[in-house]
């Protein structure tokens, strides 16, 4: 089993930059691949992005790609997701999840483990 732990959201202006950490515990984290979803308020948890357990492969959202990106440190148990020219839109709740599957993937339901969430709010 893994905990995760998120940190790093905030309120932040439109076209600024957050970076989001996840910490794991336990000594099993690059078994995991990991995913970075968010929930707006009356929507849906959606994908947001994904790396594989050795981090040489990752998936983004079209929403997403090309302004964030995220990166993994299986030394530290952590996985990361800077966030550049942020919008309104970003505005969510932003969760880690842990998947025992192989692959990456872009469904909740692949995902065995999260975290509590760290809220982003983007002002315009």
């Known amino acids: 089993q893994v905990q995760l732990v998120e940190s790093g959201g905030g309120l932040v202006q439109a076209g600024g930059s957050l970076r989001l950490s996840c910490a794991a515990s336990g000594r099993s984290f690059s078994r995991y691949a990991m995913g970075w979803f968010r929930q707006a308020p009356g929507k849906e948890r959606e994908f947001v992005t994904a790396i594989s357990r050795s981090g040489g492969n990752t998936d983004y959202a079209d929403s997403v790609k090309g302004r964030f990106t995220i990166s993994r440190d299986n030394d530290k148990n952590t996985v990361y997701l800077q966030m550049n020219s942020l919008k309104p839109e970003d505005t969510a709740v932003y969760y880690c999840?842990?998947?025992?599957?192989?692959?990456?993937?872009?469904?909740?339901?692949?995902?065995?483990?999260w975290g509590q969430g760290t809220q982003v709010t983007v002002s315009s």
């Open positions: 999840a842990a998947s025992t599957a192989w692959g990456i993937w872009r469904s909740t339901v692949s995902y065995d483990y």
